[in-house]
């Protein structure tokens, strides 16, 4: 796995097929640390054609646009950067164009995430543009909704580095628990496309991690962050139930000598500063800990309303396997083998997808993926790669083939 | 004088054994102006330091003789002893943590009670054996809490070792230091310390650890405190605490929730049924070892302390902070809900030394208690269960980590679940692991037979991680004054920082006194527990669950203030009586003044926090200035006083009966209970009295007093009592089987009010037993200088000396009559009973076993006085008939209690319900 660029910056080299292909419908997710972007674009020989093969869906009459969905992230302190990226690809252009109105005239594009309140008078000042606010869970459980009905292979399961995709059958989706891992944490129980509540939540999330591990091991990035932990040896920090019971495990209640009896419990000793104890260590011991705590109330939100698949997605995961391991481990151990955590290939553009999705209401009749060709991660594709680290296969948040159809 | 070579002097020094010395030749030169009464009652004190006392327990007894002590006992050398010691240590307990350890100890009383003559013939009567229920195993004594920091296991050793609790621990009953210590030795220990440092305490002490387990020992520690102390558990939501009582029948099944370093949920279905449920790893653990790398903090209550100055929104990511400062108000987050903990803390151009330690361990506590309520909560909807007890050493009381673990289960249960907590919370493993003992005799314990007292050395035994123990008298008041001239914090109120919007979910800073954390206040929260296992519930209340003794409710601020300025005011002219009491010496002195300091800063302390030990009463204060003087080794402030007015009000009491007896029975009945009232103005708890003692002559005021009484009183039932007594024309009641008549004070109020009522009802042919005072407490007369009292009155009385003689009061005279007077008609009794209290006031839910057993064929009840029948007991109903009376000798009481003034007089009477 080779070690991401630790600059987030804007790709300067134009994207292949973006360059050519024409590009439409941007939308945005503002949260907290990331801005997230979707946008679409139109596949060069596409143009604007009558349906012909989705005609069973009974959106004959409209045009059907064919292209690709395209995902691009950026840190949120760095929103100069996403707006250069914006202007530079003319996306707010063209994102409007086909809804009838000029490009003089007034944009609105669809963002949701708290920072489409916060950012809006930035946007307005240097794109000219409003952002039609959607709402954030909204916007969450239809980009969930959407990718776990219509792509394939998106949802899958993490054990002991093991990968599996899992297939889900479309007519017993719901009722499921989707839980966004973002800076803090939301979890809604999800009943059908539309219909969900927000049902419990915890303010330890990814925003817990990376601010606490910026305090304590100067990285300069989450992601740095997140590599360190891989190298890292928790034992050192924590308290483990083999350190209380010296070195035996109290199997009376089922806990080995090597499960964490308290994170950074070991910390307190006397005579060791902070500079003692090596980032690495500390960076595992604070992801075991944010993770198996996310793991264990998802579980048990889960176990109140009776759900047995758990969603997990957001920006904290990143498809970073170990810390898919413990939430996996968490939920496995709490509910004793009862119920599954599952991860999105997509995870960090729900609310993103979301957004881009609304669209619909205001004249996009429908958005149709087509029997997905899964475009295989390659340089040359895409602005998932763009900004994070290109660190594993499991990382990529590949661009999704689809058709529009408007009306 | 031999009663006074048994006085619990604790000094242990050759300094105060020579002033104890002196004060013996002061008493024996002291003029014997009261000579006769002055032989009996110094003989009749004496066993005040023996066991049949029972509160006595607060100061440590011990018994010099045969010692000639050099420097404090408690040094470690421990070939420094008391061969006459009366007061064994026992059973030891131990939980051994990963942070710190718990110490459980009981200290027992030889029972050493006199073979009184008088006092048998009493329990014959009475029909108390004697034997059976107090044989075995618990034969009273104290319950003491101590904690250390694991790191710093040689203070523990050294502690254990001090105290020679290793070998006590054992069933030897008078440990014999020169013993070898026995190899098989143990002691019972919980934690995962108990095998970490089983091979250290076999080396330095010699004993083995024998292994509880955790949960057992948390579950059962858990179950013995919610079943036997009274104010254990309590709600903490905004800064307010709220005791709770718990039904024992509704107790299980519950959620018990133990942070310690880590978190452990278990699911309480009975004694001894439980089932661990879940946990957490994120506990008091991540909270000192997060915050010690954040913070360089030196210690666990310096970072808790930290966190009462922060505030949390500089590192807390807050929902106004994603969404402008608005609400997300769709799924119910207010601005203020904290979106994601540290999540303000990636900015690029801040470091760790950029933010105030005192802001990162708020943000911190919050994170994790939030944390720990939330999953709590969830494992109790889990299962059903409405109640959720935290215990454990994270919380240490600290107010701010209660409301926010409160909040979180009120949050997230919409109300539905109730988070509680513990007063003993870190004592939970090791009482438990006390428990395990097969013969502890803790099983059958019951909320009134515990009495929680708090010493001044309760900070350092019960609350705070120790050092040195204190070892005597002499130590504790030198501790005092450097505790008091440091800690002029104890009164002073701590400034707060504004309430700011730090919430989840719209949760302010809370901004009570309770929030005020200091190591030396807060740790006068644990007090001792003494085990009275003789004290029972006064068999006559109607309803003894929702029996409350205080009628003023003293959570009302105001009133609160009212009470710390009238005792704060009262303390000086206390001081001087007890100086002057002991002898007025140079020790008594510095004495005198350690108890003022120690009793004021209890008083400051109940300000800052009224629920600081517990539900606060009257009752509770007055109590709690008797016991600080007796700590303080002040047996009796009054008793010259006491002396004084009880001759020269025996010198009057001939005139006053034959006065009485030249009545009709109808009108005598209404001077006897005029007279209650009219001597019932000697009071030297009041200050209006006290001003008035220097205007005249007892006879002199309880004649105006007297004269001054003009039915009808402000309340008046005395025409309802006249009827139960005598009856319409034509039908004569049945007079009662046997009267207790709770007596007040000393003098007047008890030779010229109550003991001529007493001689009406036996001469009615009802059983009279007086119910005194176990211990001294301001003037009231107690039990042990009743039977003096009733012996000089006698001389003049034969209704009164028969009366005595069958109720065994006259123990010399009863063995002359034996013989010369079979014939006369025997008398029905006049006996005396000690109600188990030394307070003013009497909380009947803990009164003594004579008086339960005297009051099951009792159909009458007078209770006389403020303390009893207003303060206490004053909405209290009864089984059997009950007379309620009382002159009001304070204004404020006069006006909130009966709409009246200074002086009324109360006479409330209610036929049994």
């Not at chain 2, 014997?32 to 005040?48: F, I, N, W």
């Not at chain 2, 421990?78 to 710190?100: E, K």
């Not at chain 2, 105290?163 to 919980?190: C, F, S, Y």
């Not at chain 2, 699911?267 to 008091?284: A, H, L, P, W, Y």
Request: glycine share 10%; charged share 25%; net charge negative.
């Amino acid at each position: 796995m080779e070690i991401g660029n630790l600059e987030n910056h804007v790709q300067s080299e134009p994207m292949e097929e973006s360059s050519q292909a024409q590009i439409s419908h941007l939308a945005l997710d503002i949260g907290g640390s990331l801005i997230k972007l979707v946008y679409f674009s139109q596949n060069s020989d596409g143009g604007c054609s009558k349906s012909s093969v989705q005609v069973s869906n009974g959106n004959e009459g409209g045009p059907v646009l064919q292209g690709k969905l395209h995902f691009a992230k950026f840190e949120t302190a760095k929103i100069h950067d996403c707006i250069d990226f914006i202007q530079s690809k003319q996306l707010r252009v063209t994102g409007c164009q086909h809804n009838g109105a000029s490009a003089n005239e007034k944009c609105v594009i669809k963002a949701t995430g708290g920072g489409a309140y916060k950012f809006a008078d930035l946007f307005k000042e240097k794109l000219g543009i409003c952002l039609g606010k959607e709402d954030e869970m909204d916007s969450l459980v239809a980009g969930a909704n959407f990718l776990l009905k219509s792509v394939h292979n998106e949802a899958f399961t993490y054990m002991d580095g093991q990968k599996e995709f899992a297939q889900i059958d479309q007519e017993d989706l719901y009722p499921y628990l989707l839980v966004n891992i973002g800076s803090g944490v939301s979890m809604i129980k999800v009943d059908g496309p539309g219909k969900f509540e927000r049902v419990s939540g915890t303010n330890v999330g990814g925003g817990t991690f990376w601010g606490l591990g910026r305090l304590l091991t100067k990285c300069k990035s989450f992601d740095e962050l997140l590599e360190l932990s891989h190298r890292g040896n928790n034992r050192v920090v924590d308290m483990l139930v083999g350190d209380i019971y010296g070195g035996t495990d109290y199997k009376k209640i089922g806990l080995s000598s090597t499960a964490i009896a308290s994170s950074f419990g070991k910390a307190i000793s006397d005579n060791k500063e902070l500079e003692d104890y090596k980032p690495e260590d500390i960076s595992r011991s604070l992801l075991r800990m944010i993770s198996n705590n996310i793991g264990q109330i998802s579980y048990l939100n889960a176990l109140r309303f009776g759900l047995k698949r758990i969603f997990f997605a957001g920006f904290f995961l990143r498809g970073h396997a170990y810390t898919m391991d413990t939430i996996a481990v968490a939920v496995h151990f709490w509910s004793k083998g009862e119920a599954k955590a599952m991860f999105l290939r997509h995870e960090g553009f729900l609310g993103a997808l979301g957004a881009f999705m609304s669209y619909e209401k205001h004249g996009f009749d429908n958005l149709m993926v087509h029997q997905l060709v899964q475009q295989s991660p390659s340089a040359s594709h895409g602005g998932d790669k763009t900004h994070g680290p290109a660190d594993s296969e499991l990382n990529d948040n590949p661009s999704i083939n689809c058709s529009i159809y408007l009306s | 004088m031999a009663g006074l070579t048994q006085h619990p002097i604790l000094g242990t020094n050759d300094t105060i054994k020579e002033e104890e010395k002196k004060k013996q030749e002061v008493d024996q030169t002291k003029p014997l102006s009261l000579d006769k009464l002055e032989g009996q009652t110094e003989k009749d004190m004496a066993p005040v330091t023996g066991s049949s006392i029972h509160r006595s327990g607060s100061r440590p007894q011990l018994d010099l003789s045969k010692a000639a002590i050099q420097g404090t006992f408690e040094e470690r050398d421990p070939t420094i002893l008391l061969p006459n010691q009366s007061d064994h240590l026992s059973h030891l307990a131990l939980d051994i943590g990963g942070s710190l350890i718990k110490l459980v100890y009981f200290s027992r009383h030889e029972d050493q009670s006199i073979d009184d003559k008088r006092k048998k013939t009493l329990k014959e009567r009475l029909g108390i054996s004697n034997g059976g229920r107090r044989s075995y195993p618990v034969l009273g004594g104290r319950l003491h809490f101590v904690k250390f920091e694991t790191t710093k296991i040689n203070e523990c050793l050294d502690f254990i070792y001090s105290k020679q609790l290793h070998r006590g621990g054992m069933d030897v009953r008078i440990w014999n230091p020169d013993a070898p210590t026995n190899e098989n030795a143990v002691i019972k220990a919980t934690g995962g310390g108990a095998y970490k440092f089983a091979d250290l305490f076999k080396e330095r002490l010699g004993v083995g650890l024998d292994k509880e387990d955790e949960m057992n020992c948390l579950v059962a520690g858990a179950n013995f405190l919610l079943k036997a102390i009274r104010h254990e558990a309590f709600t903490h939501m905004e800064g307010q605490k709220e005791f709770v009582q718990i039904d024992q029948n509704e107790l299980y099944p519950y959620l018990l929730v133990n942070i310690g370093s880590g978190v452990s949920m278990i699911k309480v279905d009975g004694e001894g049924k439980f089932q661990r449920v879940s946990g957490t790893n994120v506990g008091g653990g991540t909270y000192w070892g997060l915050g010690r790398l954040l913070t360089k903090c030196k210690s666990f209550d310096e970072l808790l302390e930290l966190s009462q100055r922060g505030d949390n929104r500089t590192i807390d990511m807050l929902v106004g902070d994603i969404y402008g400062g608005m609400d997300y108000s769709k799924i119910g987050l207010s601005a203020s809900t904290i979106a994601s903990s540290f999540g303000k803390t990636i900015s690029e151009n801040k470091e760790l030394e950029d933010y105030r330690p005192e802001d990162i361990s708020l943000s911190l506590l919050r994170m994790i208690s939030y944390n720990i309520g939330q999953i709590s909560y969830l494992n109790a909807l889990r299962f059903g269960l409405k109640r959720i007890f935290f215990g454990g050493f994270f919380i240490r009381g600290h107010a701010y980590t209660m409301d926010t673990i409160s909040f979180a289960v009120q949050f997230w249960s919409k109300g539905e679940a109730q988070a509680m907590f513990l007063r003993h919370e870190g004592f939970l493993g090791a009482l438990g692991a006390f428990m395990s003992y097969e013969k502890h005799g803790l099983d059958d314990l019951m909320v009134h037979h515990l009495v929680e007292r708090f010493p001044m050395g309760a900070p350092y035994t019960g609350g705070k991680i120790h050092g040195p123990p204190l070892g005597d008298l002499n130590e504790k008041i030198s501790w005092m004054e450097k505790f008091v001239r440091k800690g002029t914090e104890i009164t002073a109120p701590v400034p707060m920082d504004p309430p700011g919007t730090t919430g989840l979910g719209g949760f302010e800073v809370p901004s009570s006194k309770g929030g005020t954390l200091r190591s030396d206040a807060s740790a006068l929260n644990i007090g001792v527990l003494h085990l009275v296992p003789t004290l029972e519930v006064f068999p006559l209340l109607v309803d003894p669950k929702s029996y409350e003794p205080n009628t003023i409710d003293l959570s009302d601020h105001s009133e609160l203030e009212y009470w710390f300025t009238v005792l704060s005011g009262h303390l000086p002219d206390l001081v001087d009586k007890a100086v002057a009491s002991e002898g007025g010496t140079e020790d008594a002195k510095r004495r005198g003044d350690a108890f003022a300091r120690a009793f004021s800063a209890h008083l400051a302390r109940l300000m800052e926090e009224p629920a600081a030990y517990g539900k606060l009463g009257l009752a509770n204060l007055l109590e709690l200035r008797e016991e600080c003087l007796r700590e303080f080794q002040f047996v009796d402030c009054y008793r010259s006083i006491k002396q004084r007015e009880n001759e020269a009000s025996l010198a009057v009491l001939p005139d006053l009966l034959m006065e009485l007896d030249s009545m009709s029975e109808e009108t005598r009945m209404l001077s006897l209970i005029e007279g209650v009232l009219a001597a019932n103005i000697f009071d030297w708890g009041s200050r209006a009295c006290v001003d008035l003692y220097h205007k005249g002559t007892i006879i002199e005021i309880y004649r105006m007093s007297r004269d001054k009484m003009h039915r009808p009183w402000r309340v008046d039932d005395f025409d309802v009592f006249q009827k139960r007594m005598f009856g319409s024309r034509d039908k004569k009641p049945r007079p009662h089987k046997r009267a207790l008549l709770f007596v007040d004070n000393s003098g007047a109020d008890v030779v010229l009010g109550m003991l001529p009522l007493a001689r009406e009802l036996l001469r009615r042919g009802t059983e009279v037993v007086l119910v005194a005072n176990s211990l001294p407490a301001l003037n009231d007369v107690t039990a042990m200088e009743l039977p003096e009292i009733v012996a000089e009155a006698a001389k003049h009385c034969d209704i009164l000396r028969r009366a005595a003689e069958a109720g065994g009061l006259l123990v010399d005279a009863m063995i002359s009559n034996l013989d010369g007077s079979k014939g006369n008609p025997s008398s029905v009794p006049l006996m005396v009973v000690e109600n188990g209290c030394g307070s003013p006031c009497i909380d009947l839910r803990q009164v003594s076993s004579e008086l339960a057993a005297a009051a099951k064929e009792a159909d009458l009840i007078i209770l006389e006085g403020m303390g009893r029948a207003l303060h206490t007991n004053f909405n209290a109903r009864f089984k059997c008939d009950a007379l309620k009376l009382a002159m009001v000798k304070n204004q404020r009481l006069a006006e909130k209690l009966i709409k009246g003034n200074i002086y009324d007089c109360v006479c409330r009477y209610e036929p049994a319900s």
